[in-house]
């Protein structure tokens, strides 16, 4: 491989490309980037790679030309302008999961202390990045995954929110009888087939119990349903994303347990993505 880095560059995308990876270009200027240990805004074309850089970059070409998620090996990724630490086992961050956090930050403001539960909190992406703007709030991540939580707690860390937040291992509701101001949720909505004809980066690589959810996708919310009435304080709210064409059939399933969907938020595509919720008859904001 050439030591020159515009010429890495055009042969790493041109790699990436016969591999079937659509972001080619930017996502060889990422991996030249971490190859060089600096960031991607640091790589310029006519710079001259040092001794090793051209060996660490072809390592790095030849994981993301086997589809591995480029968030995967360089080790993060960007959510609501944080970097989050990710890993195998981990669910990527996604951007139109921010819509969560931007409905909940709007029904919540700043003077009242809330507590907080993350459902499947993953890479903690949900409950650090409300934290963050939320200096009253305390709150509960839980996941099934042990390996989601170490990545959690190193975020929470990272962020300094660790004081403020309880990262445990847990299915689908945390011990004890406690009742939540917040409850945040990105649960698995993929049908079955959804997730059989998704992309390589998911089918093969992150984590099947993060994404899946029944041969309808709707599976989670049926659960949800179950344990939210229990789980929400007095004038709570369930702020859960939903996938592309579920939020009516979500809405529904809610409401024969006794929760009503106030608001539906679209995601900057404009695509229904986020469903606010809250207890029959139990008051506005």
């Known amino acids: 491989m050439t030591d020159c880095a515009r010429e890495a560059l055009a042969e790493g995308a041109a790699q990436l490309r016969v591999a079937g990876?659509?972001?080619?270009?930017?996502?060889?200027?990422?991996?030249?980037?971490?190859?060089?240990?600096?960031?991607?805004?640091?790589?310029?074309?006519?710079?001259?790679?040092?001794?090793?850089?051209?060996?660490?970059?072809?390592?790095?070409?030849?994981?993301?030309?086997?589809?591995?998620?480029?968030?995967?090996?360089?080790?993060?990724?960007?959510?609501?302008?944080?970097?989050?630490?990710?890993?195998?086992?981990?669910?990527?961050?996604?951007?139109e999961t921010e819509t969560l956090v931007e409905a909940a930050l709007d029904y919540f403001d700043g003077e009242k202390p809330l507590r907080v539960l993350d459902i499947g909190t993953g890479s903690g992406c949900l409950l650090i990045s409300f934290?963050?703007?939320?200096?009253?709030?305390?709150?509960?991540?839980?996941?099934?995954?042990e390996a989601a939580l170490r990545c959690a707690r190193r975020n929470a860390i990272a962020h300094a929110v660790a004081s403020r937040c309880r990262l445990e291992i847990a299915d689908w509701q945390p011990a004890g009888a406690e009742s939540f101001d917040v409850v945040l949720v990105n649960p698995p909505y993929l049908s079955t087939v959804a997730f059989e004809a998704s992309e390589p980066e998911i089918r093969v690589w992150e984590p099947r119990s993060a994404l899946v959810?029944?041969?309808?996708?709707?599976?989670?919310?049926?659960?949800?349903?179950?344990?939210?009435?229990r789980r929400?304080?007095?004038?709570?709210?369930?702020?859960?994303?939903?996938?592309?064409?579920?939020?009516?059939?979500?809405?529904?399933?809610?409401?024969?347990?006794?929760?009503?969907?106030?608001?539906?938020?679209?995601?900057?595509?404009?695509?229904?993505?986020?469903?606010?919720?809250?207890?029959?008859?139990?008051?506005?904001?």
Request: glycine residues 14%; proline residues 7%; hydrophobic residues 45%.
């Open 213 to 229: 959810a029944g041969k309808d996708g709707l599976e989670a919310v049926g659960l949800l349903a179950s344990l939210l009435p």
């Open 131 to 145: 934290l963050v703007e939320r200096a009253n709030a305390t709150g509960i991540g839980i996941d099934a995954s």
């Open 21 to 95: 990876v659509e972001s080619a270009r930017l996502d060889a200027r990422v991996l030249l980037a971490a190859a060089m240990r600096i960031p991607p805004d640091g790589v310029f074309a006519g710079c001259e790679l040092r001794p090793g850089e051209p060996e660490r970059f072809h390592a790095l070409l030849a994981r993301r030309a086997s589809r591995e998620p480029l968030a995967y090996i360089i080790g993060h990724k960007e959510f609501w302008s944080l970097s989050f630490a990710v890993g195998p086992g981990v669910l990527i961050p996604r951007p």
């Open 232 to 285: 929400l304080t007095r004038g709570g709210r369930a702020f859960i994303e939903v996938g592309i064409g579920q939020a009516a059939a979500a809405s529904e399933i809610l409401a024969r347990s006794g929760l009503d969907v106030h608001e539906v938020m679209p995601d900057l595509s404009g695509i229904p993505r986020c469903l606010v919720a809250g207890q029959t008859g139990r008051g506005g904001r």
